[in-house]
């Protein structure tokens, strides 16, 4: 299940939106997460299940993309009723927002298959610290993901382009994953799309602190995506000649246009030329 979830490009929709759940259906994305939280005002909710039921339920049978549905909170009255709506909607996995507590997957799990994934969804201080305790040895979290604008408000700062006040946050979120074995966490939703560089900046950043993929808000922004984590020319070039090298070698380091070329380096190159990030 693990490797299924290690998807680019993940598309949020608002689930009672019936043509922009098709678009979203019928777009690049790798995943798809059907909004039932945040994008759905509170008198729209049942609204957006039976739109979801309509879209996304006839085009259950065909789909190629990874499909997650984002429920309301533990705490909501629309919680229960959200979760089977993902059972129903035969959806790979459910997001869960405000992810805090350990506590609060086992709520979502106790109406769920045994097997379908759990995606915690971080939004503030509490759960940045205490991620280890929500894994909770659940083979079933493949990854976490992050929520920038809900963070800034948990901290009581503003939420900036640069991202000073979350960098941290990022950097724990990143190395936490890489501890508990789960895939990289995923990057937040950049709210402005208009700003195609400044999205490019963020998603260039989450990649160097060791995220793979984000959450994206607008179609426009899977090719901006797409274009940060594709290697360049010049990168698969110089991956091709570390490769050559280090295995023409046969030893365990070489020395290559004055660079040493060892293994963490070799099998870097590897990667890069397998699969282009």
Not at 89 to 115: F, I, N, Q, S, Y
Not at 173 to 200: K, T
Not at 217 to 232: K, M, T
Request: charged letters at 30%.
């Amino acid at each position: 299940m693990k490797a299924s979830f290690e998807k680019l490009a993940w598309l949020f929709v608002p689930g009672d939106q019936g043509k922009r759940v098709g678009k979203a259906l019928a777009s690049d994305a790798d995943a798809v997460i059907f909004d039932l939280e945040d994008g759905v005002a509170p008198e729209a909710k049942e609204a957006a299940r039976e739109t979801l039921r309509e879209v996304a339920g006839a085009a259950g049978g065909s789909r190629a993309k990874l499909w997650l549905l984002r429920v309301n909170g533990v705490d909501s009255p629309f919680f229960a009723g959200d979760l089977a709506l993902a059972v129903e909607l035969g959806c790979d996995g459910v997001m869960l927002p405000k992810c805090e507590h350990r506590a609060d997957l086992e709520r979502a799990r106790a109406h769920l298959p045994e097997t379908m994934a759990l995606v915690p969804l971080i939004e503030s201080a509490a759960g940045v610290v205490r991620l280890a305790e929500i894994a909770g040895g659940d083979a079933h979290l493949p990854r976490a993901a992050f929520g920038s604008v809900d963070f800034a408000l948990d901290l009581g700062v503003e939420w900036t382009p640069e991202g000073t006040e979350r960098r941290f946050a990022l950097e724990r979120l990143a190395l936490e994953s890489r501890a508990l074995g789960w895939l990289p966490p995923l990057g937040a939703v950049y709210p402005d799309v208009r700003d195609e560089a400044a999205f490019r900046r963020e998603a260039e950043t989450e990649k160097r602190l060791g995220f793979f993929g984000k959450m994206v808000i607008h179609p426009v922004q899977i090719n901006w995506l797409r274009e940060v984590y594709r290697a360049s020319p010049e990168q698969l070039a110089w991956s091709r000649k570390v490769v050559e090298a280090y295995e023409a070698a046969g030893s365990g380091a070489v020395l290559l246009e004055g660079k040493l070329v060892d293994r963490p380096v070799y099998l870097r190159a590897r990667r890069v030329g397998q699969d282009g990030n």
